[in-house]
């Protein structure tokens, strides 16, 4: 692997912890994970791409409003690269329509990041999630998938749309050093 590989990384219950039931309102609920952001910042050594893809419902259901959600990913975003990362964009689906194209695990966020970034392959990117929608979306676009056990530890594994398991982030970073 080297800076050709793209990063593809859902949000909620990887980069930040979920909220149980419920949606990351506004910043002030946003907390990142133990060692997110330094984590990120050694992956911004690794891959020549970082890209953030995460279903929003809460805005496409009235419980926050699309300016919340930008005011988190300022926040998030500041942190970041305060820490020495970098994330290149961020895709988010707000539809609550689970057949909307943008909706994962429909590939719609990554095929916009391969118009936004045409160096972007596909056989070139590997998506980190804690879902399976998230490993779907992954398999949907050709990626390599990573399922983060962070949510979910007793996740059945193996499974035929995860590649590698990691128990958290910093876990999957350790790896790649």
Known sequence: MDKTWTLFIDR??????EKKEDY??????????DDARE????LSKKFGK????????GVGRGLMSESDLTDIHKKMLREIEDAGG???????????DAKHPDRKPNPGMALKAKEDFR??????????????????????????????????PDHPVPHPDIDLVFSSLSDLVKAFR
Request: proline share 1%.
């Open 12 to 17: 909620d219950g990887v980069i930040n912890h």
């Open 24 to 33: 990351i309102r506004n910043p002030e609920e946003f907390r990142f994970y």
């Open 39 to 42: 984590s990120l910042a050694m």
């Open 50 to 57: 970082i890209i953030v893809v995460s279903n929003q419902r």
């Open 86 to 96: 970098h994330i290149d964009k961020i895709y988010y689906c707000t539809s609550t």
């Open 119 to 152: 160096d972007i392959s596909f056989s070139h990117s590997i998506m980190v999630g804690n879902n399976t929608s998230d490993m779907l979306f992954g398999r949907n676009a050709g990626m390599f998938t990573i399922f983060l056990k962070t949510t979910k």
